[in-house]
């Protein structure tokens, strides 16, 4: 993409982790200035990602975000600003029970439900800590998790898996899924099994029809497989230097690595310097 065709964007979407949520789970001053910066040129500008609403909120009011946000993988949009779900799609629990079923047989994969804004597991195995920053704070233990299901159908299934058990994990999901539910790897812990249409492509391309905001106009950044679709659909799909394959070869641009600022990067040449 050269200078001479760079369009004029009004809807920007970013993920968190490994795009502008560096590992000590901050954010630099030149990506908040970044994003400042855009919203006062009046670009709309939303977070994309797979953490439930109470961890989001801190980092919308942060970064000035002016938008709905795309939560749950995109298959929650919610309106900060109004405090309205504007959309919002559910696991079948029959499905999401069987999934919980291959913790026994996968000690080493632990099962999180999230429903509504509480999150579930069956035993507290690491740190307090980590469940908080990574997880959401509403951390609640049951030892039947389908009982919880029985209750209400969940928003998504996250398995917390060693790196080296992912690609065995994204498979063995899969197959428990056939074809009834979206899996992807959304950090290099987590794999997510979440509603069939849940996804950050739909999620963000609705957002946009929301707004009345033509796709070419819209630009997201991202790292993971889980970004790979709305950087495939926006009219601007920019993936850091650090993201997976999948990811990179969707992109228009390639930033820099997030440990050199790439988000803000992206969004100085494309939105603040067009």
């Given at each position: 993409m050269t200078g001479l065709d760079k369009p004029?964007?009004?809807l920007l979407a970013f993920d968190l982790d490994g795009t502008v949520l560096d590992d000590h789970f901050e954010i630099s001053p030149r990506v908040r200035q970044a994003v400042r910066g855009a919203v006062s040129r009046g670009v709309r500008v939303t977070i994309a990602t797979g953490r439930p609403l109470p961890v989001i909120r801190p980092f919308y009011a942060a970064l000035g975000v002016n938008a709905p946000v795309l939560?749950?993988?995109?298959?929650?949009?919610?309106?900060?600003?109004?405090e309205k779900v504007l959309h919002e799609l559910t696991l079948p629990g029959d499905l999401a029970c069987a999934l919980m079923e291959l913790e026994s047989r996968r000690p080493a994969w632990?099962?999180?439900?999230?429903?509504?804004?509480?999150?579930?597991?069956?035993?507290?195995?690491?740190?307090?800590?980590?469940?908080?920053?990574?997880?959401?704070?509403?951390?609640?233990?049951d030892a039947?998790?389908?009982?919880?299901?029985?209750?209400?159908?969940?928003?998504?299934?996250?398995?917390?898996i060693p790196p080296e058990d992912a690609e065995e994990s994204l498979r063995e999901l899969q197959r428990i899924s056939a074809g009834r539910a979206t899996v992807v790897q959304s950090h290099r812990l987590f794999v997510e099994v979440n509603p069939l249409d849940?996804?950050?492509?739909?999620?963000l391309a609705r957002l946009a029809a929301d707004l009345n905001i033509p796709r070419e106009r819209v630009m997201a950044i991202g790292d993971q497989d889980?970004?790979?679709?709305?950087?495939?659909?926006?009219?601007?799909?920019?993936?850091m230097g650090n993201a997976s394959p999948a990811t990179l070869a969707a992109a228009d641009w390639?930033?820099?690595p997030i440990s050199a600022d790439g988000a803000a990067a992206a969004i100085e040449r494309f939105i603040l310097l067009a």
């Amino acid at each position: 993409m050269t200078g001479l065709d760079k369009p004029r964007i009004e809807l920007l979407a970013f993920d968190l982790d490994g795009t502008v949520l560096d590992d000590h789970f901050e954010i630099s001053p030149r990506v908040r200035q970044a994003v400042r910066g855009a919203v006062s040129r009046g670009v709309r500008v939303t977070i994309a990602t797979g953490r439930p609403l109470p961890v989001i909120r801190p980092f919308y009011a942060a970064l000035g975000v002016n938008a709905p946000v795309l939560a749950m993988q995109g298959g929650l949009i919610y309106d900060f600003a109004s405090e309205k779900v504007l959309h919002e799609l559910t696991l079948p629990g029959d499905l999401a029970c069987a999934l919980m079923e291959l913790e026994s047989r996968r000690p080493a994969w632990q099962a999180v439900l999230f429903v509504g804004d509480s999150v579930h597991v069956s035993a507290v195995r690491y740190p307090p800590k980590f469940y908080a920053s990574l997880l959401g704070a509403n951390l609640t233990v049951d030892a039947d998790l389908c009982a919880v299901i029985a209750r209400r159908d969940p928003d998504k299934v996250l398995f917390v898996i060693p790196p080296e058990d992912a690609e065995e994990s994204l498979r063995e999901l899969q197959r428990i899924s056939a074809g009834r539910a979206t899996v992807v790897q959304s950090h290099r812990l987590f794999v997510e099994v979440n509603p069939l249409d849940a996804h950050k492509g739909a999620g963000l391309a609705r957002l946009a029809a929301d707004l009345n905001i033509p796709r070419e106009r819209v630009m997201a950044i991202g790292d993971q497989d889980n970004d790979m679709t709305m950087i495939a659909w926006a009219g601007v799909g920019v993936a850091m230097g650090n993201a997976s394959p999948a990811t990179l070869a969707a992109a228009d641009w390639i930033a820099p690595p997030i440990s050199a600022d790439g988000a803000a990067a992206a969004i100085e040449r494309f939105i603040l310097l067009a």
